[in-house]
């Protein structure tokens, strides 16, 4: 399975709306800013923090081996991992070289464009449908909320959806999706709590099938990424959706709290092993003031992030979009 893309802000269409070609396009303009300014808002704690330390870093030092070994500690501090970190100065460094250049502003400019090509390295393209969209992640990260967003997303492009209670080990989770799935007015596939999660992922596949919806979204309970037995669990699940419905496009998105901090590569990697992942939803993004594992993982990992969730309503989970990240982190 290809690794999955986050859609570029461009491509959101308006075409439902029969506007002039400048209508169309003012438009289309107010309502990406409508979608990321949620994600400059959230973020403020992460822009204000390292704007300040790059400032003090840059008034304390010219370029040389103390500057970018000051800038390799500021990104761990961030989050970014000794390695990442490593070769994201490198980058910025050698391109200062060839470039000659001394000028603060311009320094910055360059990390910016480091970090974005990091990001956008990772980048595939979207989902095609049907799909199946399977969330899994540790517990207490938010996957039951993020089902129902990301249903109301879906619905609100015009799509079908079906999500899928495949949590039946958590008490009142099949209940918990379910008031989602009544608020984001969707269709859900539920067993009796302590049933075979993978019976209901046989049944909600089986069922959109037959109705050819667009989106099954599964939730799946939290699993310790270091369990053997729950792993084995969530293989098991992969390999159902995998065999009866191979049409449909199949994408494991890890469920991450931003605030999770360096762990979060530790959790990806574990996952990615056990079922190949295909990119990443971060929850919780209005709550962190550092997020530089997130290039960790897309350097690391190849990993892109797909979703942000940004806030608590229905409609608070945006498409990532690498370069609005950078611009609203640095």
């Known amino acids: 399975m290809e690794r999955i893309s986050v859609l570029n802000a461009a491509t959101i269409s308006n075409s439902e709306f029969p506007l002039s070609a400048r209508r169309q396009k003012n438009k289309k303009a107010k309502k990406i800013m409508g979608i990321f300014g949620k994600l400059f808002g959230a973020l403020k704690k992460t822009k204000d923090g390292l704007s300040d330390k790059l400032r003090l870093l840059f008034s304390k030092n010219k370029l040389g081996d103390e500057f970018y070994e000051e800038l390799e500690e500021l990104l761990i501090a961030s989050d970014v991992s000794y ?27 360059l990390l910016r464009g480091v970090l974005t090509d990091i990001l956008e ?12 969209i399977m969330l899994v992640g540790v517990n207490g990260v938010g996957k039951t909320t993020t089902v129902g967003k990301l249903a109301h997303y879906f619905l609100s492009q015009g799509k079908t959806v079906t999500v899928a209670a495949a949590d039946t080990f958590r008490a009142a989770a099949s209940e918990q999706l379910s008031i989602w799935a009544d608020r984001a007015k969707v269709r859900i596939v539920k067993h009796e709590e302590g049933s075979d999660p993978s019976a209901v992922i046989f049944d909600a596949v ?29 293989r098991k ?61 897309a350097s690391e990992l190849s990993l892109p992030v797909v979703f942000a969730g940004v806030g608590e309503k229905m409609e608070d989970l945006e498409y990532f979009d690498s370069r609005t990240f950078v611009e609203a982190i640095l």
């Open 206 to 234: 089986s069922s959109a099938k037959a109705k050819k919806t667009d989106v099954v979204i599964v939730d799946t309970a939290g699993r310790l990424h270091v369990k053997d037995n729950l792993m084995n669990e969530l």
């Open 83 to 109: 390695a990442t970190a490593q070769e994201v100065v490198a980058r910025v460094k050698k391109q200062a070289m060839d470039e000659r250049l001394r000028d603060e502003a311009y320094v910055t400019d």
């Open 121 to 132: 390295e990772s980048e595939v393209e979207p989902p095609s449908y049907p799909c199946v």
């Open 237 to 297: 699940m992969d390999r159902v959706v995998s065999r009866e419905y191979p049409e449909a496009d199949f994408l494991k998105l890890l469920v991450l709290d931003a605030t999770t901090g360096q762990n979060a590569v530790n959790q990806a990697r574990v996952f990615d092993e056990a079922i190949e992942l295909d990119g990443l939803v971060l929850t919780k993004l209005d709550g962190t003031a550092k997020g530089g594992f997130v290039f960790s993982l």
